[in-house]
Every structure is written in C-alpha cells, then in structure tokens.
C-alpha cells in the first residue's frame, strides 16, 4: 500500500510542480545603463561606512525610467551567479540625476547589507518591475573592506 501510495504521489505531485516551475522562470532582463554613487568619477565603495549607496538606472529613449514601477530590487558582485542575491533595495526614487531630460530611477541600498569584498570590481543590478519585467545593469566600482 506504502509503495502505492508513492508511486501515485510521484506520477501526480512530480508532473504538475515541474511544469509550475518552469512557468515561474524569469524572463530575459532589459539590459539598462547604471551608475553607482551617480555624480561621483570613481564609484568607491567602503564597506566600513553606514548608510545608503545610491545607484541609479539611467533613463534614455528605449527605456522611460518613469514608467517602471519596482516591485523588488538587488545589488550583488558581477563576478557571482546571475541571480536575486545581494542587497535588497531599501526604497527608491525618481529624478533625472544626469540632467539630460530623462528622469532615472533611483535605488538605494544599505552598505552593511553588501555582500562585497576587496576583490569586488564591478556590481549588477537586477530589478523586477510589478507587471514582471526585469531590468539589469553592471558597473565598475571599486572595494573598500
């Protein structure tokens, strides 16, 4: 009866969550231009400070920064798998913080939330928007332990 009863479950509970999990998968990102600390030449990074790191997702005519609405946001290290690890977004904003007409979207992050090291040269972010479009961005930075 015992074997039955897993041979049933596994015909019935292993075909219909596979297939769920295969809808549930993400969809290409939209790639998009970043900067980390927007204003700043170097984007340095010391992981010893307090507060938010700033990076914003630049507007441009193929992406209205102004019509993505976030739902969650996650900063990690490029060099590590692409997935939603990292930093979550704390809030965010929008503004046109490179003044060329284009209002950008603003997020923030807590430093001590990083999961950076000295080794760190560049960071991704990776967003997902409520009607489940994702967008992605990589920049240089450098690593303050």
């Known amino acids: 009866?015992?074997?039955?009863?897993?041979?049933?479950?596994?015909?019935f509970l292993v075909g219909p969550l596979s297939v769920h999990a295969e809808e549930m998968?993400?969809?290409?990102p939209v790639e998009v231009a970043i900067d980390?600390?927007?204003?700043?030449?170097?984007?340095?990074?010391?992981?010893?400070?307090r507060g938010l790191l700033p990076v914003a997702v630049f507007g441009a005519q193929d992406f209205?920064?102004?019509l993505y609405t976030p739902r969650v946001a996650h900063l990690h290290d490029a060099g590590a798998p692409m997935d939603?690890?990292?930093?979550?977004?704390?809030?965010?904003?929008?503004?046109?913080v490179?003044?060329?007409?284009?209002?950008?979207?603003?997020?923030f992050f807590r430093v001590q939330d990083l999961i950076l090291t000295a080794s760190t040269t560049a960071v991704t972010l990776m967003?997902?928007?409520?009607?489940?479009?994702?967008?992605?961005g990589t920049d240089a930075v450098i690593v303050k332990p």
């Open 64 to 66: 209205d920064a102004s």
């Open 98 to 107: 490179n003044r060329d007409g284009w209002v950008d979207l603003v997020f």
């Open 127 to 136: 967003a997902h928007s409520t009607d489940h479009i994702h967008i992605m």
């Open 1 to 11: 009866v015992l074997t039955a009863l897993l041979l049933l479950q596994a015909l």
């Open 84 to 96: 939603c690890s990292g930093a979550e977004a704390v809030r965010w904003t929008y503004t046109d």
């Open 36 to 49: 980390v600390k927007p204003g700043d030449v170097v984007d340095k990074i010391n992981l010893a400070s």
């Open 25 to 28: 998968t993400c969809p290409p």
